[in-house]
């Protein structure tokens, strides 16, 4: 794999989790007064976030290389409504910002940037977030198709890749949440192991553990 292949591949990770990240609040929305269905509308209205927002995340990734999941500790941050950044700030520092279509990845004083041009899978994954950040339903079913299931107080949304670039690339993204938090992301990659983000409640929740159970079971739990 070439140099170039390597860093497209890792920046399309990178931008995947960053967008869908900047869904989350720092702090819990109340509980609903009942039990509900919901639906996509549902979810996407209470999912719209305008800028700057910021929340905590736990992010977990799994590798038949390690003997225990890689965990990386950080915040997502949206100063605009054009930016995205994502600090990790454990096991290492490094910091991606998405913007003017272009991700820059910092790490030891060095900067890399890559243009997202590059990859048209890139653009449509940036154009079908914003349109989730906008609640913009009708532009985010251009991307993705859509399955809502559960409650108010535990709902899922799963999309499922319509571009065959991205679909190429990833099987499904699967967001949970309660009320208007957004705890957890999975994003299950065509090749390789589920990705797992834990975020908000979720992610402070996380603080101190490593057991790859007992992280899994934040990303349901209610």
């Known amino acids: 794999m070439t140099s170039r292949k390597h860093g497209r591949r890792k920046t399309a990770a990178l931008c995947l989790a960053l967008l869908a990240a900047t869904w989350a609040t720092a702090s819990?929305?109340?509980?609903?007064?009942?039990?509900?269905?919901?639906?996509?509308?549902?979810?996407?209205?209470?999912?719209?976030?305008?800028?700057?927002?910021?929340?905590?995340?736990?992010?977990?990734r799994g590798s038949a290389?390690?003997?225990?999941p890689l965990r990386i500790e950080g915040q997502y941050k949206r100063p605009t409504n054009d930016t995205l950044v994502r600090a990790v700030r454990a096991p290492y520092a490094e910091t991606t910002t998405i913007r003017n279509g272009q991700a820059t990845?910092?790490?030891?004083?060095k900067a890399?940037?890559?243009?997202?041009?590059?990859?048209?899978e890139l653009q449509g994954l940036q154009a079908s977030?914003?349109?989730?950040?906008?609640g913009d339903r009708t532009q985010l079913e251009r991307y993705y198709t859509i399955d809502a299931s559960g409650t108010r107080q535990a709902w899922t949304l799963r999309l499922s890749p319509r571009d065959r670039a991205l679909a190429a690339k990833v099987r499904d993204i699967v967001l949970r949440g309660r009320g208007a938090e957004l705890r957890c992301i999975e994003t299950r990659p065509v090749k390789g192991d589920l990705q797992r983000t834990l975020l908000a409640s979720a992610a402070r929740s996380a603080h101190g553990t490593t057991d790859a159970a007992a992280?899994?079971?934040?990303?349901?739990a209610q």
């Open 215 to 220: 992280l899994a079971a934040l990303c349901t």
């Open 112 to 120: 890399r940037s890559f243009s997202l041009a590059r990859a048209p």
């Open 28 to 60: 819990a929305a109340p509980p609903e007064p009942a039990p509900a269905s919901v639906d996509a509308g549902w979810i996407l209205s209470k999912l719209a976030r305008p800028a700057p927002t910021q929340t905590d995340f736990v992010e977990v």
């Open 65 to 68: 290389l390690l003997k225990t």
């Open 105 to 109: 990845i910092e790490r030891n004083g």
């Open 129 to 134: 977030f914003g349109a989730m950040l906008a």
